[in-house]
């Protein structure tokens, strides 16, 4: 992968680490919700093109790393994954099983980041959050 990707009349490379929780902080990306919501993100992501380097559901939270086009905005389309995201769940599965509680799945802000030259430090820190909970669960025990 380059360095800089390029559109017609710029040189860029713009990316995010972004981070999101569900409405109360529930546990609820868990089973076939987590992959809804997973197939969603990815769906719109590629059809913004815009580039997910590294993501990972947890049950209470989403953690991303993108690459945003500087044509789009960041609070844009965190909107729109979590907008699409949301409303697919929402719709999923048998009347009793759907969110009836509300039509509010995520919570209304986020934290974003931009990632500079330590890429790599993000990426791997997504990539073995799972591990690192874990571990920081039993040292709390």
Known sequence: MERFQRLSH???S????VVWIPKY????LYGQRREVVIR???KWAKIKEIEILEGHAMKDHIHLCLSIPPKYSVAGIIGLLKGKSASEVMSF???QS???RGRNFWARGYC???VGLDEATVRDYIRNQESAD???TELDI
């Open 10 to 12: 710029s040189i860029w």
């Open 14 to 17: 713009c990316k995010y680490h």
């Open 25 to 28: 902080r529930r546990k609820e």
């Open 40 to 42: 969603t993100i990815k």
């Open 93 to 95: 599965g048998t009347r």
């Open 98 to 100: 759907r969110m009836v």
């Open 112 to 114: 974003v980041s931009t």
């Open 134 to 136: 874990q571990l920081q």
